[in-house]
């Protein structure tokens, strides 16, 4: 028993310590993140999305004219900035390119049956709805990346189309929210869009 002791003789508290120590130290490794953090994903996403709306502006220079819209020209000098499109043609109204279920006459005008208070109202139905989803939409989204909503909308109007079916999408567009709005024209000259 003597002889054991002596072969193996008894630490110090601080010879334990420094043991403990240098253990912890040798079986200590980087923490290895193996999952994927769905919040900073949905966050870089959001920001792309946001961007690319940004960037895919309305512009004159990308709508297709044809003989249903063709675009006024104007002495603007002002660059068409973004917002929601909506596009009065000879035979429809559209929103961001999609049809909302109005369709036009032959002179241009909205039917009565489509307008709240008939052929004297302002209001056009479809597009009131179409309206009322796309400002609960970017309401939500400008809630995401903490920015106001501010109700930017663009109109392309064909140059020939009656000014009381612009007021009454302008009307339409503003009960909705979508009060900012920017008509879009061709610069004289043929030099590109811009913004009255």
């Known amino acids: 028993m003597a002889n054991a ?3 193996h003789p008894k630490a110090s508290i601080a010879d334990v ?6 253990q912890k130290r040798k079986n200590k490794h980087e923490h290895d993140v193996d999952y994927l953090n769905i919040t900073a994903m949905l966050d870089m996403m959001t920001i792309i999305l946001v961007f690319l ?4 502006a309305s512009s004159a220079s990308n709508v297709p004219q044809s003989a249903d819209l063709r675009i006024p020209r104007s002495t603007a000098v002002v660059e068409p900035a973004s917002g929601l499109q909506v596009t009065i043609s000879r035979v429809s109204i559209t929103v961001n390119n999609r049809a909302v279920g109005v369709t036009l006459g ?12 008939g ?11 179409e309206m009322r989803d796309q400002a609960e939409f970017a309401r939500s989204l400008a809630r995401r990346i903490n920015q106001p909503f501010r109700g930017d909308v663009v109109i392309l109007a064909d140059r020939d189309m009656p000014m009381r079916t612009v007021y009454e ?3 339409t567009c503003a009960q909705s ?6 008509l879009m024209v061709l610069k004289n000259g043929g030099r590109g869009p811009g913004r009255e």
Not at 17 to 22: D, F, L, N, Q
Not at 53 to 56: D, E, I, R
Not at 106 to 117: A, E, M
Not at 119 to 129: C, D, H, K, Q, T
């Open 5 to 7: 002791e002596a072969a």
């Open 17 to 22: 310590k420094r043991e403990i120590a240098r």
């Open 53 to 56: 709306l940004k960037t895919m």
């Open 106 to 117: 032959s002179n241009g005008r909205v039917d009565p049956s489509q307008k709240r208070g």
């Open 119 to 129: 052929a004297a109202g302002f209001l056009i139905n479809p597009l009131n709805n």
């Open 169 to 171: 999408v302008l009307y």
């Open 177 to 182: 929210g979508f009060s900012n709005f920017q």
